[in-house]
């Protein structure tokens, strides 16, 4: 037999040896020794038995990963080392195999010296002789203990959230699925919870976000409190938590289940030594008979808590198929959003911003509009949409490049000097993108940054304040101005106020409209006017109907109108066309008043 090269690797190379032990006189190598020094260096356990599995020797790997010495194995069966985790069907199949093939190979789970339970893997092999009787059986192993260990690691890593140490969304769909496997055999339902926390943004504003975890973990201990041992809690993202609740007999049950969780949140939590209410919102789908699929079972309890959101007293929602046609809609409106980006089906109209001393046109607001069949749409019906989805800063980069660059364009035409307003929005200065894309913008389209104003309304202005004075100082100094939008209708500090570099208040149109009504908006109106003024601003009215509303913000001093009375908002070429003919746009008796 060729020694050398007949059985390869490390069992052949023992078999080999154990059969011609002593090393031919001819040979230019001595392959025993060379063997037993391979045998002995092998970081894999090695144990060599006699036809009987009587053990005849092991190596040093063996005693490092079974805690065995050499002495204590030596004439024992490798049998001493069973966990009793194999039946007896398992070492049957283990010993014909060896018989029939020569060979067996698997995952065994065997017990150390202290008693610990591990998991190998084995090869055996017999090695016969020339009658083809086995003389040897030679297995080697390998401990897996490190390897299941990272695959728990991974398993985990993949299937649980590493803050609450909830299943996360995948295990969740996948406890599910088992679920409805399960019900489906029986005659009772089981129910999709989806979970929500209101206002959690709020917490992590106003205690950070290391006390925003802590109220996630306490919430998952809660809720894992509120059910029962074997239903599944998870956390299937930021403050969305999902329970499957089981063996229920009518959707009452599954009522009684969500009653029973939002009863768990009645006290409040401590958060930085302070109690915190957090009430939730809860959506409830059922199988079998909402859907039979996982993910649409989650994806209606979804819907159901989005419903559950908007409600004051019932905060839990049972999903009810209409839930799926606004979805539906919302789509629908969301893909021709994105078309009109592509395919310019957004335009811009420009309202003239009017000096109320001489009724000249100093500005213009830019105010977007979808083109739908040659109708110009305003931005209710999709900006909110917009907002939902995400697509909101999409549309108001755009509206900010569109204004800039027909700004420089009238400019260039010879057209009197005026600023251009834009809105931005609350999106557009997370992440402090803002202030890069408007330089960018300037650049790209030519425009002088001071004839640039840029309007954010008092809410999103004052939502995160500090940032906001930050971000405006950096406009400010490139020559940008600032105008507070909808003013009045967003519980502004005045204290940071005063701290805004703003140039201009725009009062808001609802109370330009309750002027004169009774109702006490222009006294608003006029404290509004004042409060600018007294902050060294300027102050705009907006939403100027009629000629009442125009005399009274005159006689109080409003620096600028802006309103369908003076002009409705224009496309360009309208707008064009008004601010070449007509010098005024305030009648002839007010000028100079
Ligand atoms: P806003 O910035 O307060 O804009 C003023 C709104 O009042 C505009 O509505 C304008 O058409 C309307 N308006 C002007 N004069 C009168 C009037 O005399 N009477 C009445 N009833 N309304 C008047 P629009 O264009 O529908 O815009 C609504 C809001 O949508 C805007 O409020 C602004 O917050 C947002 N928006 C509009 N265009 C854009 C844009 O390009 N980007 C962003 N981010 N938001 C925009
Ligand atoms: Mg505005
Ligand atoms: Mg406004």
């Not at 709020?202 to 205690?207: A, H, L, P, T």
């Not at 499957?244 to 930085?272: E, N």
């Not at 420089?408 to 890069?436: H, K, S, T, Y």
Request: glycine fraction near 10%; charged fraction near 25%; hydrophobic fraction near 40%.
């Amino acid at each position: 037999m060729d020694k050398k090269g007949s059985k390869p690797g490390l069992i052949g190379w023992l078999s080999d040896a154990l059969l011609s032990p002593a090393s031919p006189e001819d040979s230019a190598y001595d392959f025993a020794g060379i063997a037993r020094a391979v045998f002995e260096a092998s970081r894999e356990g090695i144990v060599i038995t006699d036809a009987q599995s009587n053990i005849l020797d092991v190596n040093a790997a063996f005693s490092g990963i079974t805690g065995y010495a050499k002495e204590e194995v030596i004439g024992n069966r490798p049998s001493m080392m069973k966990s009793g985790r194999h039946d007896g069907r398992f070492y049957s199949k283990m010993w014909a195999a060896l018989k029939s093939e020569g060979s067996w190979e698997g995952e065994i789970w065997d017990r150390r010296k202290d008693g610990e339970v591990y998991p190998k893997w084995l090869t055996i092999k017999s090695v016969k002789e020339d009658d083809g009787a086995p003389r040897y059986f030679i297995g080697v192993f390998s401990d897996l203990r490190d390897i299941k260990r990272f695959e728990d690691r991974v398993y985990r890593l993949a299937n649980y959230d590493a803050l609450t140490g909830l299943p996360n969304r995948a295990l969740f769909i996948d406890r599910l699925d088992q679920v409805v496997a399960r019900v489906s055999r029986g005659d009772y339902s089981a129910g999709v919870l989806v979970v929500n926390i209101d206002r959690f943004k709020g917490i992590n504003e106003s205690f950070g976000n290391v006390a925003g975890d802590r109220v996630l973990v306490d919430v998952s201990k809660r809720l894992a409190g509120c059910v029962a041992g074997e239903d599944t809690v998870a956390r299937i993202g930021g403050d969305l938590f999902a329970l499957i609740v089981d063996g229920l007999r009518s959707p009452m049950d599954a009522a009684a289940a969500a009653g029973r969780v939002l009863d768990g949140f009645k006290d409040p939590f401590t958060v930085k030594g302070r109690e915190v209410f957090v009430s939730l919102s809860i959506g409830i789908s059922m199988y079998p008979h909402d859907s039979s699929d996982p993910d649409v079972l989650m994806q209606n309890a979804e819907k159901a808590m989005a419903h559950a959101k908007k409600q004051v007293k019932e905060k839990y929602q049972f999903f009810v198929n209409t839930m799926n046609v606004d979805v539906i809609r919302r789509l629908s409106i969301e893909t021709n959003i994105r078309k009109a980006l592509e395919d310019g089906g957004l335009v811009m109209y420009y309202q003239p911003l009017v000096d109320m001393r001489d009724g000249r046109v100093v500005g213009m607001e830019a105010l977007v509009r979808r083109d739908q069949d040659g109708w110009a749409a305003p931005p209710a019906s999709f900006i909110q949409m917009a907002e939902d989805t995400g697509l909101i800063v999409k549309i108001c980069e755009h509206t900010l490049y569109t204004a800039c660059r027909q700004t420089r364009e009238w400019q260039d035409e010879g057209l009197p000097p005026m600023r251009v307003a834009v809105n931005i929005c609350a999106q557009q200065f997370q992440g402090n993108r803002l202030v890069g894309h408007v330089r960018d913008t300037l650049a790209a389209t030519g425009l002088d940054p001071n004839f640039l104003e840029l309007e954010l309304t008092e809410r999103d202005a004052m939502n995160n304040a500090e940032a906001t004075i930050h971000m405006l100082n950096e406009l400010k100094v490139m020559g940008i101005k600032i105008s507070i939008d909808d003013f009045g209708t967003g519980f502004s500090s005045l204290s940071y106020l005063r701290r805004f570099p703003v140039d201009t208040l725009k009062v808001d149109y609802t109370f330009v409209k309750d002027i004169l009504s009774g109702e006490g908006g222009g006294m608003i109106a006029r404290s509004i006017i004042d409060l600018a003024h007294n902050l060294g601003l300027k102050a705009l009215a907006e939403g100027i109907e009629t000629e009442e509303q125009l005399d009274f913000l005159i006689q109080y001093g409003c620096d600028i109108g802006q309103g369908y009375y003076l002009s409705r908002p224009l496309p360009p070429e309208g707008f064009k066309t008004l601010v070449k003919g007509n010098g005024s746009l305030l009648p002839r008796a007010k000028k100079g008043g």
